[in-house]
């Protein structure tokens, strides 16, 4: 009889907000033919039914309730989770953010298994600027196996907070394109439509946006611009657009399950996306997924010099980057794609070029892969 050999587990430790990881974690899990991934969270989070999800459903839970206090008082989490350890054997568990891989290292450290963390912004930008988290961090970059970052940007930050470079790694976010139509037709038939895709924060830099379609407006263009996405800051941009005449030209289209959007990217002519540091220190980790997509569409870009940004929008390749909080250029980009089709489609075609050549979902599994496999002992 043959035997069949079992995929190697790997645990994802993920904190019981996120969001942005969960379509990379649906991808990388589902695609990756090499290993079984296995999600262990406080609180369940939608995933792909095919995906193993352990939560407080599968503990006692007596077990569940003394974790939360252990996590809280004391920063150490996996009480509880010996029994599953013990049993099944992972060869490695990875972290997604920073403090979630802080709150697990006493736990890899006793049993030795190989820990990898996946660092995504906020973890960083908000948790990196208090002083007792930075001696945490500074405490975890000595004994974590590796650090994955999504562009050079996060890797430089990193090394400067005490990251040693030998173990940070640069994999993007990869996308599955198969369900992305592609734009076709590059000509407008009455108005530009431009496209911004984000949730309400400051950091997303809409109110950019918005002024940057009032000089379009001043200045004669035939513009809509469509707003997908909700938040704390939706009265405060209705406030502007009130104040600048532009209520004819702004459209809120509210929250759209992301499948749709994927499919509806090419109706669009322009995607916009002028993100910028917040007042509070938050930004971007790397770059919006949503960036990925709206290249691997076809679209032109416009966006800012922002964390790592640049390393999927190159300045007149694939679109237009301009300095944070400069509504100003970024009129003057929209300005400038308005009256060029051959250049709308120059910067379209050159951002599919551009996710085939880095940013699939594909070639990010096999890098990381290869990640897991050089720590496989």
């Known amino acids: 009889m043959v035997q069949i050999k079992s995929k190697i587990k790997i645990v994802n430790l993920v904190s019981p907000y996120i969001s942005p990881t969960c379509t990379w974690l ?13 999600v262990f969270t406080q609180k369940k989070i939608t995933l792909q039914k095919n995906i193993l999800v352990i939560g407080p459903d599968e503990f006692n839970v007596i077990y569940f309730i003394i974790n939360r206090i252990i996590r809280k008082v004391l920063f150490i989490s996996g009480f509880g989770f010996n029994k599953y350890y013990l049993q099944h054997k992972p060869k490695i568990f990875h972290s997604h953010f920073l403090y979630e891989c ?66 940070v790694e640069i ?22 439509k431009i496209l911004q895709v984000a949730s309400f924060k400051e950091k ?13 407006k001043k200045n004669n263009l035939e513009i809509d611009l469509y707003l997908i996405g909700d938040g704390e800051l939706k009265n405060k941009y209705i406030e502007i657009i009130n104040n600048e005449g532009i209520v004819e030209n702004v459209h809120f289209l509210g929250f759209v399950i992301p499948e749709t959007v994927r499919k509806t990217l090419h109706m669009y002519d322009i995607f916009i ?13 790397g770059f919006p997924v949503i960036l990925t997509e709206a290249c691997a569409a076809g679209l032109p870009i416009i966006s800012t010099y922002h964390a790592d940004i640049p390393f999927i929008i190159h300045n007149e390749l694939n679109g237009i980057l301009v300095p944070e909080r400069d509504y100003i250029a970024l009129y003057e980009s929209i300005y400038k794609l308005f009256g060029n089709q051959n250049l709308r489609e120059k910067y379209g075609t050159n951002s599919i070029e551009v996710v085939k050549r880095k940013f699939t979902i594909e070639k990010q599994i096999e890098t990381l892969n290869t ?7």
């Not at 997303?204 to 379009?216: N, R, V």
């Not at 996306?273 to 980790?285: K, L, M, R, T």
């Not at 990640?371 to 002992?377: D, F, N």
């Open 371 to 377: 990640l897991y496999k050089s720590l496989i002992k």
């Open 273 to 285: 996306h002028p993100s910028v540091i917040a007042e509070n220190g938050d930004s971007e980790g």
């Open 102 to 167: 802080y709150y697990w290292h006493f736990f890899t450290t006793k049993y030795k298994i190989p820990h990898v963390v996946s660092v995504y912004g906020h973890d960083i930008s908000e948790y990196g600027k208090l002083e007792k988290w930075k001696k945490r961090y500074n405490k975890l970059f000595k004994i974590i196996d590796k650090v994955i970052v999504e562009g050079p940007n996060m890797a430089t930050i990193l090394e400067k907070m005490g990251c040693p470079s030998t173990k």
């Open 26 to 38: 649906q991808n990388t899990m589902v695609l990756n033919s090499k290993y079984e991934n296995i």
């Open 171 to 192: 994999i993007p976010i990869g996308i599955d394109s198969s369900n992305i139509t592609i734009k076709k037709d590059y000509g407008i038939e009455n108005r530009l």
């Open 204 to 216: 997303k830099g809409i109110e950019y946006t918005l002024l940057a379609i009032s000089e379009a």
